[in-house]
T-cell receptor, first 113, second 110 residues
Framework: DVKVTQSSRYLVKRTGEKVFLECVQD?????MFWYRQDPGLGLRLIYF???????EKGDIPEGYSVSREKKERFSLILESASTNQTSMYLC????????????FGNGTRLTVT | RKEVEQDPGPFNVPEGATVAFNCTYS??????FFWYRQDCRKEPKLLMS???SGNEDGRFTAQLNRASQYISLLIRDSKLSDSATYLC???????????FGTGTKLQVIP
């Protein structure tokens, strides 16, 4: 079974802090993704990566950066957390071919106060 | 226009009913299509991929209409356990940029 593990289930941070969200997958997937999910807005793609050290902006990359130094690990970084980044963050991974479905981690609920 | 659009619902249906959801997409070059199920406070999980010829998995049937740019999900003989939010997802990019709809909430009532 595919396992996508996110480092924290709940996280509370203060405005201005630098925040790291970590994601690890064990299926040798080429693609990894970071989404945020908000009520009424659904899942929105922040960044994705199709290979080590490669990254592509998604639909809402502002205020975020990512790092993929190893194939199995994809990190999301909030350089200076703001209250509007309070959200559920979901990591996902998949094989590189187009009809490969995404497998999600169980999410990190981040609250920025 | 949003890339992927769904009716948010909620759809409240009695047990045993048949219910159908549609999802429209704007990019005619879209290649792959999926339905995911998301339970409250849980991550989305793949329900089924959608193939050009349509496909069925038990009580669930998925269809693709490329001419009108929509996919559909039909659930027959609804169970209480089908209550969830159903998300459609579309892959439009060469590197598998997957865009999700906002989801349709289904509540199956006893």
């Amino acid at each position: 079974d595919v396992k996508v593990t996110q480092s924290s289930r709940y996280l509370v941070k203060r405005t201005g802090e630098k925040v790291f969200l970590e994601c690890v997958q064990d299926m040798d997937h080429e693609n990894m993704f970071w989404y945020r999910q908000d009520p009424g807005l659904g899942l929105r793609l922040i960044y994705f990566s199709y290979d080590v050290k490669m990254k592509e902006k998604g639909d809402i990359p502002e205020g975020y950066s990512v790092s993929r130094e190893k194939k199995e690990r994809f990190s999301l970084i909030l350089e200076s957390a703001s209250t509007n980044q309070t959200s559920m963050y979901l990591c996902a991974s998949s094989f590189k071919w187009g009809n490969s479905p995404l497998h999600f981690g169980n999410g990190t609920r981040l609250t920025v106060t | 226009r949003k890339e992927v659009e769904q009716d948010p619902g909620p759809f409240n249906v009695p047990e045993g009913a048949t219910v159908a959801f549609n999802c429209t997409y704007s990019n005619s070059a879209s290649q792959s299509f999926f339905w995911y199920r998301q339970d409250c406070r849980k991550e989305p999980k793949l329900l089924m991929s959608v193939y050009s010829s349509g496909n069925e998995d038990g009580r669930f049937t998925a269809q693709l209409n490329r001419a009108s740019q929509y996919i559909s999900l039909l659930i027959r003989d609804s169970k209480l356990s089908d209550s969830a939010t159903y998300l459609c997802a579309v892959n439009s990019g060469g590197y598998q940029k997957v865009t999700f709809g906002t989801g349709t909430k289904l509540q199956v009532i006893p």
